[in-house]
């Protein structure tokens, strides 16, 4: 069974840079059928797409963030990444990965299974 | 690019079936049958309920399904438990390959 699990500082400092890593269990990040998404709730709010990459290196941004974020992926630890750069408090949030279906090329849909969050507060 | 939209909450009996709606643009929902729903209880991760519009993911009750016409998808839910108190989002891909959300349905079952 496939299982994804975030980790990284739950706290960040305003102006410095967020890291976060997907840890996928039971598959492999190497497979062609899937995308793999980062999502994120601030407290209280609704769920926002951050970003996807594909193994093949392709990789996909909400617009509204995409100056300050990068995603990534390492295969040989079957891991993906998040780095969002110059953190306000607005970037505090609950940070989700997950595994997203490919459509087809440059197509993608729906995100399947999730990992549990993890919890980022951007503080001084 | 702006949040699909749903009406922020909703409510129903047990037994009853409530409908929440999600609208776009014919820029994803509308172009697409690439809209998905997700279920989300207080403190836990997004759980996918229905898939491509209609499918529904193995394990999902039959109660949930969804729909689509022009620029707005639907999820029905019958037979409303209590164990479907939970909030609802819809997501959609967009002409910008890119992912949308909704703002959520806050969903109580009386």
């Known amino acids: 069974q496939l299982q994804l699990q975030e980790s990284g500082p739950g706290l960040v400092m305003p102006s410095e840079t967020l890291s976060l890593t997907c840890t996928v269990s039971g598959g492999s990040v190497s497979r062609n059928s899937y995308y793999w998404g980062w999502i994120r709730q601030p407290p209280g709010k609704g769920l926002d797409w951050i970003g996807s990459v594909y193994y093949g290196g392709a990789t996909f941004y909400n617009p509204s963030l995409k100056s300050r974020v990068t995603i990534s992926m390492d295969t040989s630890k079957n891991q993906f990444s998040l780095r969002l750069t110059s953190v306000i408090a607005a970037d505090t949030a609950v940070y989700y990965c997950?595994?997203?279906?490919?459509?087809?090329?440059?197509?993608?849909?729906?995100?399947?299974?999730w990992g549990q969050g993890t919890l980022v507060t951007v503080s001084s | 690019q702006s949040a699909l939209t749903q009406p922020a909450s909703m409510s129903g009996s047990p037994g009853q079936s409530i409908t929440i709606s999600c609208t776009g643009s014919?820029?994803?929902?509308?172009?697409?049958?690439?809209v998905s729903w997700y279920q989300q209880h207080p403190g836990k991760a997004p759980k996918l309920m229905i898939y491509d519009v209609s499918d529904r993911p193995s394990g999902v009750s039959d109660r949930f399904s969804g729909s689509k016409s022009g620029n707005t998808a639907s999820l029905t839910i019958s037979g409303l438990q209590a164990e479907d108190d939970a909030d609802y989002y819809c997501?959609?891909?967009?002409?910008?390959?890119?992912?949308?959300f909704g703002g959520g349905t806050k969903l109580t079952v009386l």
């Open positions: 997501s959609s891909f967009t002409a910008s390959s890119t992912v949308l």
């Open positions: 997950a595994r997203q279906n490919r459509a087809a090329a440059g197509k993608f849909n729906w995100f399947d299974p």
């Open positions: 014919s820029s994803d929902v509308g172009d697409y049958n690439y």
